[in-house]
């Protein structure tokens, strides 16, 4: 305490640079151990905590109740007791702690909250003020306390607000993120005090206009003063612009070379679990929203779903994806109410740029979704057109039931399966017997055939989804997904190489950070033989928005083998097999990498883990690939019984891969007669025919330039 005059009652706050805390000195006379006993004042970070509504709580369901009471009193217990705070009173639903140290007071706040959402959800609110206190008939007063009180009232569940104060000896401070809340009028307090949220990851920061609690009353005023109220106005907008400013300075600007995002899997604070599918549907909305932003580069749903519930630091996250910036949030709900708590983290320097919290009906929840995508869009300064703020704002549908059962149908979908593929049918069916016109149900219809895992030929099933995504683009015809989807059949069905570019080039310009649709339009330039590296650049684009997704890589992996980049091809094969270890048509195409560069005794151990029932999914055919792998390495005899064989257990295969057989074994008429097959049954296969350098070796029959002139590649 040196360099305090004895007079002094205490001393100012203290900054220990080590430890990154305040502490703030306590009176000169008194031991560290009695001050909270003998001392008359002192200076101290106050803390106050409120429970939201316990007494409506009480009435409603008494032994719920009870339940939150008893878990709030064991964490308020032992969370002051490990921060070295203590509690000096004890007002039932509410307390009043004092702390020593400023640092501790915060971290004891964020302690609470957050064990507060784990499990038996506590609402408390919280606000801390720092000011002099002092002890009356066993009472604590002082105008700090008072204060302090105020600034809790204001709070909503789940929130941590603060004084300047506070926000003074915290700001330098990274692990805290704040936001001003401007200033507020309090009862019996002289002057406006700015009030701050801490806006940390699964804290609520409340909207100002929706806030209420010991604020002053305004005192009704005769026409006569209107000189007086303007000039009061232009006062309080000079006060605001101040504060505005002030605010700015709060959150750091953005500082990306890119304007890249992700958004990450929203916490579940509903506390119920089975909320879990409508959170992952918010963030999916969120996802689609900003990705029609062409200014934004937005990572895909499927790569930002394998961080859900990921232990990962954020700055492995930026490198796992490539990320400038991250989304991050919360979801409460009560009754049919949602709060979303959303907040923009710089993936650089890992500051808080932006927060807000959103208060919706279920049936108004889409527009939120699109209030947020403008507002990352404003805070990444990128340019958002005229044309993308239409479609943003307009939503695919009023029917929250009917975008619930899409959304499901979607995430049934992304698990490539029979049965989930039929799963999402039924989804996406009951979310159009809600809304006719969904245009997203019909499109997402359309995908479940073009994939074909529903047991029909592919002369079937693609006519079904063509109607489908004719259907949807006769409602949207700036539906990215239906336009992807038509842009395909055009290419890899109707062989209308002119008109699929086109469908797919508008479908890109419609949503920019759709992979799919980039997927596509490289196949195109690279299977047509326009533009091989073109191609294989838009397969990296389409896999810089989703790098986490299993089938990008395999595409991206099975096209550098089509362009004869076998390293590459290997490389990239292995990495697909790393994320995903069950991947048949990763580990046929490595196998054919393998055989190409004469590996053998390596293609043989990959082709001894082919799933053996893959040939009913039109895919690699353990038997026939093994079939080839002899013919390649020289053993036609074996060769030839192993397709025998092949031919007789699997006959609905694709007659594709036999033709690469009769290839391998020189037999180039038995080749050119399953090639047909392969034509006149429209096997996707063949999309990449002109470019598959299995074929080299028949490009100059004339029955094969035959084909080549029916599929419009002569």
Known sequence: ????????????????????????????????????????????????????????????????????????VAVLRQSVSSHGGKILNDYGDGSLCAFTSITEAMQCAMDMQHQFQLELCVPLRIGLHIGEIFFQDKKVMGDGVNIASRIQSLGQANTILFSKDIFDKIRNQSEFNCVSLGPFEFKNVDGAIEVFALANSGLIVPQKKQMAGKLKELKKTSFKKTGILVLAAVVTLAIAAFFVVNRLKVKAGFTGDDRSIVVLPFENYTNDPAQGSFISEITEE?????????????????????????????????????????????????????????????????????????????????????????????????????????????????????????RKGRSFWDKRTVQSFDSAEVNYKRAIDLDPDYALAYSGLADLYIY???????????????????KALSLDSTLSEALTTLGFIQSAFDYDWVKSKS????????????????????????????????????????????????????????????????????RQLKKTLTLDPDFNLAKGNLAYVLLATKKYPEAFEVISHLDTTATSKGLYCPRTVLSYSYAISGDKVAA????????????????????????????????????????NKRDLWMYCLKVEPTFDRIRQEARFKVLMKKMRLG
């Open 1 to 72: 305490m040196s360099g305090q005059h004895p007079s002094h009652p205490f001393t100012k706050a203290k900054y220990y640079p080590d430890k990154k805390i305040y502490k703030l000195g306590v009176y000169y006379s008194v031991s560290f151990t009695n001050r909270y006993v003998n001392q008359k004042r002192r200076l101290a970070a106050i803390l106050f905590t409120d429970i939201v509504g316990y007494t409506a709580m009480m009435q409603q369901d008494e032994k719920h109740a009870s339940a939150i009471m008893k878990r709030y």
């Open 286 to 406: 969120i996802t689609t929203q900003l990705a029609k932003i062409a200014d934004i580069k937005v990572i895909g749903r499927t790569s930002a779903a394998l961080f859900k519930k990921s232990n990962e630091p954020l700055s492995q996250i930026k490198d796992v994806l490539g990320v400038s910036a991250y989304l991050e949030g919360s979801v409460s709900k009560v009754g049919n109410t949602v709060r979303i708590t959303a907040q923009l983290i710089d993936a650089v320097t890992q500051s808080h740029i932006w927060a807000e919290s959103y208060d919706r009906s279920l049936n108004n929840i889409l527009s939120m979704q699109s209030e947020v995508a403008q507002q990352i869009a404003l805070q990444l300064h990128a340019r958002l057109t005229e044309d993308e703020k239409r479609r943003i704002n307009k939503n695919p549908t009023e029917n929250i039931d009917a975008y619930r059962y899409y």
């Open 452 to 470: 074909n895992l529903k047991g029909l030929s592919q002369l079937e099933a693609i006519p079904i989804a063509r109607e489908y995504a004719t």
């Open 503 to 570: 469908t797919l080039k508008k479908a890109i310009s419609f949503n920019p950070s759709y992979p799919t649709a980039h997927l596509f339009y490289g196949n195109l330039l690279q299977y047509t033989g326009e533009n091989t590296e073109q191609g294989l650049s838009e397969i990296k684009k389409a896999l810089t928005l989703d790098p986490l997704s299993s089938n990008l890589n395999y595409v991206l992996g099975r096209n550098y083998y089509i362009a004869v980049k076998y390293d590459s091809a290997y």
């Open 640 to 679: 030839r019984k192993e397709l025998e064989k092949s031919v007789t257990e699997s006959p609905h295969q694709s007659p594709f891969f036999i033709a690469e057989v009769y290839i391998a074994l020189d037999d180039y008429p038995d080749a050119l007669n399953r090639l047909e097959q392969a034509y």
